[in-house]
């Protein structure tokens, strides 16, 4: 049993996984450009625009960081930028196929690891699981808004 309380287990187990990356070369520039196209899909599937500053808040990088992590993966053939709908001043990242299949190896990757970790659990507790994660994202989107 641990002394700490749920926000600090719940901080730990952020910084633990923000460390682990996509297996494909344990963090190095594939998982660079596995989690920049990741951070384009949440975005438009939450219905946000995915500009670089977009980016750069989703994964907590800086503008200039996500900037050059966005040209990477244009220039790897995962993401292309569009000018935005309404202002030609503004280009949004938008996921190509090839960056959707990587992405979703991702996705398989990490549900495979999900069901690693947890052997011993029921098919109930791993939903009552994500349905915990997806009501703590909500609200931390709320707090953002």
Request: contains cysteine.
């Amino acid at each position: 049993m641990t002394s700490q309380g749920p926000g600090q287990v719940l901080f730990h187990f952020v910084r633990h996984w923000a460390r682990r990356s996509f297996p494909a070369d344990a963090g190095g520039e594939q998982g660079r450009l596995v989690l920049v196209c990741e951070a384009v899909h949440a975005l438009r599937q939450r219905g946000l625009p995915a500009t670089v500053n977009d980016v750069a808040r989703e994964i907590g990088l800086d503008q200039s960081g996500a900037s050059r992590l966005i040209g990477s993966a244009a220039k790897a053939g995962y993401l292309t930028m569009v000018v935005a709908p309404g202002d030609a001043r503004r280009r949004e990242a938008s996921v190509t196929s090839a960056g959707r299949s990587m992405v979703d190896d991702a996705h398989r990757w990490q549900e495979e690891t999900f069901v690693r970790l947890t052997p011993g659990w029921s098919d109930t507790k791993r939903h009552e699981f994500q349905q915990a994660m997806v009501e703590l994202m909500d609200s931390s989107y709320a707090m953002e808004a």
